[in-house]
């Protein structure tokens, strides 16, 4: 085994999890899911069947990521955030088939207690700000606070605040990397 498993914990037949991944006290991964390689899976944490998490994705204590639930590679994801996946559940009504698929790509941070709505897309690098409700797709890099969750600015790949120019450039103030807003969108200007 080339992962670490604490011993109060459990993991089902039929799982995938990459090497370097650390899980922690009282978790439990489910059959049929994928863990990629220098993951770290909290205290406390249910990864339930069929979820794909890519390398190097954190879990805080306290999550469920449910199925239909992919994150990409470098996903944070804090603790006692929520994932949701159906839209109108009922205790008496199997919704079994009707479960929405949500993807948090490359670079996302979910913050504490932050709800996500099934069915929606979390932009690369996006931030998610402590105790928001995301209720729609989350751009690129954008930074989201509020229930519901709106835009307040723009972050870098670090996750420093970005402040555009006349010109619709900015720079990270922590890494100097360029950024440029266009048409309501942000992106990395690449060398």
């Not at 994928?34 to 890519?54: A, H, R």
């Not at 989201?144 to 996750?159: D, H, I, L, Q």
Request: charged share 20%.
């Amino acid at each position: 085994m080339n992962y670490f498993v604490h011993e109060s914990s459990y993991i089902d037949e039929g799982c995938h999890i990459g090497k370097g991944t650390k899980i922690w006290h009282f978790s439990h991964i489910m059959s049929g899911c994928t863990i990629g390689e220098d993951c770290n899976i909290g205290q406390n944490v249910v990864v339930s069947p069929q979820v794909v998490l890519g390398r190097n994705v954190k879990i805080q204590n306290n999550v469920s990521v449910y199925t239909g639930v992919t994150c990409e590679d470098d996903v944070f994801l804090g603790p006692s955030m929520v994932f949701t996946n159906v839209i109108n559940p009922r205790s008496h009504v199997s919704r079994k088939s009707e479960y929405k698929p949500t993807l948090i790509k490359k670079g996302a941070s979910v913050g504490a207690n932050a709800t996500i709505v099934c069915g929606h897309t979390l932009g690369q690098y996006c931030l998610i700000g402590a105790g928001s409700v995301v209720t729609k797709d989350v751009p690129d890099f954008a930074l989201m606070v509020g229930n519901p969750a709106k835009r307040t600015g723009w972050v870098s790949r670090y996750g420093e605040k970005l402040c555009f120019n006349q010109e619709g450039f900015a720079l990270c103030p922590a890494t100097g990397e360029k950024y440029v807003l266009r048409d309501g969108l942000v992106s990395l200007v690449e060398d």
